[in-house]
């Protein structure tokens, strides 16, 4: 029996597994995650890392494991779709902090949260001073949105009655010196126009281009690999070695 | 539309292929050739050293030995690595008893291997 050869190859299967299985739980962003999301993911991995170096049992039940705990995710992530009920159940739900200006001491107190840890949270949604907070709520994810009230907001374009352009999302046409073509069809654009823009710029070819993306309104932004910097900013004190 | 359908179809078979390979290498057991022939090596071992058929026994012991060998490489990723140890140290163990004529050594270590043999199938 070759112990290496077992790790290996059982940690591939550990490997692969929680790949899929990560896949299967879905895309929900670490930001958003639960403080029992963050203990079941901590909890699979756990799982995984035992099925890959403990040869002192068998990987099947381990493998059992990953299965039930990633399943019973599954479970209470479809029951928490199909029941708005069961969504609050399990996740909780938001709880408003401060009202209307006033903070709400008795739900402070409930969740056990700290006047300290409400005044760390508002300074980092920007709000120094109360005064400025007409409402903040304590989402089921740890975080505070905070709204402030409408003298302590900052001006928007409406505001100011100014017209401004709209915003798009730009898509990628050129990639690591590659053309994706697809983006540039979706656009109706060719590469012959493609070719001329770069021309413009005095590029001449697309090898020459790390990025070159295009939003809504035609703005082309092109990045090359030669970025032509005359004097570089350096912030870095380390001299290496690299 | 055709490609987009394969492509949909390989998406989906690429990760049900892999868990079902994992899932084979995980659960994968002796054949049940190789458990007949371990298990029939043991119980004539037990007879011979009753009989004091030292060489016959020691002989057995040997093509039991065998048999295990060749069938850690397909069970090495699935089982436990101390329950195939145990197998192994009780083949050797049987072997020195059957060298020293110990009737009750021999015949405890082969009922020992063949119980540990019959566990890897549970």
Known sequence: MNEALVVFVRGLIGFISLLIFARLLGKQQVSQLTFFDYVLGITIGSIAGSLTTDLTSRAWPHFIGLVTWTGAVLVIQWGGMKWRYAAKYIDGEPIILILNGKIMEKAMKKIRYRIFDLQQQLREAGAFNIDEVQYAILETNGKLSVLKTPIAQPATPRDLNLAVKGTSIASELIYDGVVIDQNLADRNLSRYWLEQELKKQNISSPSEVFLATVDDFGTLFIDTYRDHLVNPVNISDYPGPY | ?122
């Not at chain 2, 436990?80 to 050797?92: H, T, Y």
């Not at chain 2, 110990?102 to 082969?110: D, L, P």
Request: glycine share 2%; no cysteine.
């Open chain 2, 1 to 122: 539309m055709k490609s987009s359908w394969l492509r949909v179809a390989i998406a989906y078979a690429i990760p049900i292929l892999i868990l079902a390979a994992s899932i084979w290498s995980m659960t994968l057991e002796p054949s049940k050739k190789q458990t007949r022939q371990f298990t029939g090596h043991m119980q004539k071992i037990e007879k011979q050293v009753t009989d004091k058929q030292w060489e016959a026994a020691m002989s057995e012991s040997k093509s039991a030995q065998k048999i295990y060998h060749s069938a850690v490489p397909r069970i090495q990723f699935s089982m436990e690595r101390d329950e195939m140890k145990q197998i192994d140290m009780a083949l050797i163990r049987l072997q020195a008893y059957i060298k020293t004529e110990n009737q009750a050594g021999a015949v405890t270590s082969a009922m020992e291997a063949r119980e540990h043999w019959l566990s890897l199938n549970r």
